[in-house]
């Protein structure tokens, strides 16, 4: 738990929001504090991981301090509507800023960013042009070259749930077993150490999220990596979001509603999306020039959803496959 944590088991009084999130406190802070600075409303925090968070709400029940939600990756999000901790919004602001895609069917939870999972490759061993999709990483001429994080990280149970949407648990399972043959070695903890092991030689191709490539090009301009777009003869990159939603016993509903609208403003766009390297999910709103500088990219048009509602069938089928 850190940043902006005071009291937080007590009622925010009227112009205070109180936020529960598990994004950085680096990252959120500076835009609750232009926020507060635009509006005079002030914002009282806590972080920590998704899981801990939705099982706070559920034990504090109608008793929650908590205005709003904010995390990463709409399972998680999909999740804490499942469980009922979420209310349905209806906002012409927000059904104008963030696509259909973005956003929660019943409205229950909106896009703030977009992230891109998609393919890094080494610059030194490998032709771009005999890369193509993730399916074809389960092709036998990867064997012994690709790296993985590990199946554990929600970021891989939604690229695998969308999969399954797309092509089928059988197909699915088929080229899951595929990258399982085709691993060069463990899997890894996160995408970093996975870019690492490329640079190193112990790899030649990994699926990642474009914000971690961004970071370690930022940190090394001569990173000997590259992206690829996946996918874009067929479904596109696989897209999540980070995201956010007001909590079903928020104690301000109409302040909560007001911020959330604001969020989706292109001022607040780009503070959320230009500090982690992400995509503002507002279409006004251009990325940072660093991200733009990856180029353009077709990215599955599939509501983000389905990242909650075939997760648990997608740590299954990653489960059956080997996929540690």
């Known amino acids: 738990m850190a940043g902006g944590l005071w009291g937080c088991s007590e009622p925010a009084e009227q112009n205070e929001l109180v936020v529960y999130t598990s994004r950085n406190d680096h990252l959120i802070k500076p835009v609750f504090d232009a926020y507060t600075e635009s509006t005079g409303v002030q914002i009282r925090y806590i972080t920590d991981n998704a899981a801990a968070l939705t099982a706070r709400l559920q034990a504090e029940g109608e008793r929650t301090p908590a205005d709003l939600f904010i995390t990463v990756d709409a399972g998680n999000l ?19 800023n963030v696509p259909t895609a973005l956003t929660d069917p019943d409205k229950r939870w909106f896009g703030l960013t977009v992230r891109a999972r998609t393919i890094v490759y080494s610059r030194d061993r490998v032709d771009p042009a005999t890369l193509s999709s993730y399916e074809d990483l389960a092709d036998p001429k990867w064997k012994g070259r690709l790296c993985l994080r ?42 970093t150490a996975l870019m690492e092991a490329i640079v190193a030689g112990q790899c030649d191709v990994g699926i990642v999220n474009t914000y971690y490539y961004g970071r370690m090009k930022r940190d090394n301009p001569q990173l000997p990596l590259a992206l690829f777009w996946a996918n874009q003869d067929s479904s596109g990159v696989h897209i ?16 909560a509603k007001a911020l959330l609208e604001w969020m989706t403003q ?38 983000v959803s389905v990242a909650g509602e075939l997760q648990v069938d997608a740590v299954k089928l990653m489960d059956r496959a080997g996929y540690r």
């Open 266 to 303: 292109p001022a607040a766009q780009s503070l959320l999306a230009d500090r982690n390297l992400e995509y503002p999910v507002n279409s006004a709103v251009k990325p940072a020039d660093e991200v733009a500088s990856w180029g353009d990219f077709k990215s599955d048009d599939l509501n």
């Open 150 to 191: 590990t199946s554990k990280k929600v970021y891989n149970q939604s690229l695998v749930a969308t999969m399954i949407k797309r092509l089928g648990e059988e197909k699915t399972e088929e080229i899951v077993r595929g990258w399982v043959g085709n691993l060069a070695t463990d899997v890894f903890s996160n995408d």
């Open 240 to 255: 999540n979001i980070s995201g956010a939603a007001i909590t079903q016993h928020a104690p301000h509903p109409e302040q």
């Open 78 to 96: 999909w999740n804490a509507a499942n469980k009922d901790l979420l209310q349905p919004v209806e906002s012409v602001v927000l059904n104008a």
